[in-house]
């Protein structure tokens, strides 16, 4: 936490102010990673033009929020592929509420046409 509170130009008492454990920190860390995620998802999905323009531009969105948070992009990856502590515990639904929101957003394609109903199926989507 000392090496935490030192990066982000803090006193550790502050740091332990807002965050009592390390685990806390972790969890909201993640938590508002994947709400930026949501929220680059449903904006596509709101949208009004073609659904692959909307796709381009998630794409182009979501690889750039990426980029700028490499250390985060890779904690989130691990925690999926580890079935870690948030995916399993508090971020649970959050992580559930994620899939539907990109779930909604395929098959939004699939009824535009955009994605072929036989891909969307394989997938396990278009059901």
């Not at 909604?104 to 396990?124: C, L, M, N, S, Y």
Request: charged share 25%; net charge negative; glycine share 10%.
């Amino acid at each position: 936490m000392s090496d935490i509170a030192a990066r982000a130009g803090l006193q550790k008492a502050s740091l332990f102010h807002h965050f009592a454990t390390k685990d806390a920190l972790y969890l909201e860390v993640l938590s508002e990673y994947l709400s930026r995620f949501a929220t680059l998802i449903q904006d596509a999905h709101d949208g009004d033009d073609p659904f692959l323009e909307r796709l381009d531009r998630l794409s182009v969105a979501v690889t750039d929020y990426c980029a700028g948070q490499p250390q985060t992009a890779r904690l989130v990856l691990r925690e999926f592929i580890d079935r870690g502590p948030f995916a399993t515990g508090p971020g649970q639904g959050m992580v559930s509420a994620l899939l539907q929101v990109a779930c909604d957003f395929v098959r939004q394609g699939i009824d535009e046409g955009a994605i072929p109903v036989a891909v969307g199926r394989k997938a396990g989507v278009g059901r």
